[in-house]
């Protein structure tokens, strides 16, 4: 009986010392998980700053280049050499100013870059600029402006900027059995030469297009598919590229024309004449209308040229950076 109770006291007190020594050794461990746990919070703190600090930075423009990103993240070796190139590695030129917009950025659209790019995630930076500047985040047919100079030759015609209902170009010579502005027929001329000398048979069947046959011919579409259809594929009267005088169908208006001998020297060769195939399955995003590799816009030899070097794909994006704004240093 005294024996046991001895026991027990001993086993109490070996207990007392354990749970001491216990105590002993978890107090500095303890301590060293406070340290830690109040550094990790001070690490949060910090970090969580400095990202919600970028973060407002974007809000103001999310899409935004971050071409000043991008170089504050080069190694230094050779800044010249460390450009951010556009995915399908365009020789582009640093089109952006020293604040980092390009020259084609006008504050007064920054709330439509903005809710652009917000719409649009997927366009690059730089484009939503330029896709803004000449009204793509408002609808077809929406926002419409009448071409002050409807001879020019750089014009753009497209579902916001159209011809007046009266023009008519002046200038009309024959190419074939159509007739084009004598310019753009001569160009034509010359490249219908070239592939025939290297055996392919290209002819013009569809220049220069009044506004009453183009009214006719949208007015049969869209009672035939509906206008929604009829869109995707014939202009509106005094939308239509054909009133200018600078276009020309060539051979069949068929997809398959683009997989011919002569469509695809035609899209390949066209530049060199001062022409561009003006609907292609690369800006279509950005024309609104289905590829059509028969349909040929004259924009004149330099024009073409830079559209060529530079990689751009649509008359849209060359009429903002060439025409609407210059790149710095030009003109
Ligand atoms: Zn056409």
Redesign the pocket.
């Known amino acids: 009986m005294e024996s046991r109770e001895r026991e027990n006291e001993t086993d109490r007190v070996v207990s007392r010392k354990a749970k001491r020594r216990r105590r002993q050794k978890t107090r500095p461990i303890a301590v060293i998980v406070l340290i830690a746990v109040a550094a990790a919070i001070v690490v949060c703190v910090l970090v969580l700053g400095s990202v919600s600090k970028d973060m407002s930075q974007k809000e103001n423009f999310p899409n935004a280049p971050e071409n000043n990103d991008a170089s504050s993240l080069t190694d230094g070796e050779d800044d010249a050499d460390e450009v951010v190139m556009p995915p399908d590695g365009d020789a582009e030129v640093d089109v952006n100013t020293v604040d980092g917009k390009p020259y084609y950025y006008d504050s007064a659209r920054e709330d439509r870059y903005i809710a652009f790019a917000t719409n649009h995630p997927e366009i690059a930076g730089d484009d939503v600029y330029w896709m803004v500047d000449c009204d793509l985040d408002t609808l077809p047919y929406e926002d419409t402006h009448e071409l002050p100079d409807p001879d020019d030759i750089l014009l753009m015609v497209n579902k916001h900027f159209y011809l007046p209902e009266g023009f008519a170009p002046v200038d009309l010579v024959n190419v074939g059995n159509t007739t084009m502005r004598a310019e753009a027929g001569e160009a034509m001329q010359e490249m219908i030469d070239a592939a025939a000398a290297e055996g392919l048979n290209i002819w013009s069947q569809?220049g220069y297009r009044s506004y009453g046959v183009q009214v006719n011919l949208y007015r049969d579409y869209s009672a035939r598919d509906g206008e929604a259809a009829a869109d995707t594929y014939s202009a509106r009267p005094g939308y239509s590229?054909?009133q200018t005088g600078l276009?020309t169908?060539l051979n069949t208006i068929t997809d398959a024309f683009g997989d011919t001998p002569e469509g695809q020297w035609v899209a390949a060769n066209c530049w060199q004449y001062g022409y561009i195939v003006r609907y292609t399955k690369e800006n279509t995003d950005v024309t609104l209308y289905k590829p059509?590799p028969?349909?040929m816009r004259y924009i004149g030899r330099d024009a073409a040229e830079t559209m060529h070097d530079e990689g751009i794909l649509s008359l849209e994006e060359y009429w903002v950076k060439y025409v609407l704004y210059q790149p710095p240093g030009v003109g």
């Open positions: 569809s590229e054909h276009t169908d059509e028969w349909h």
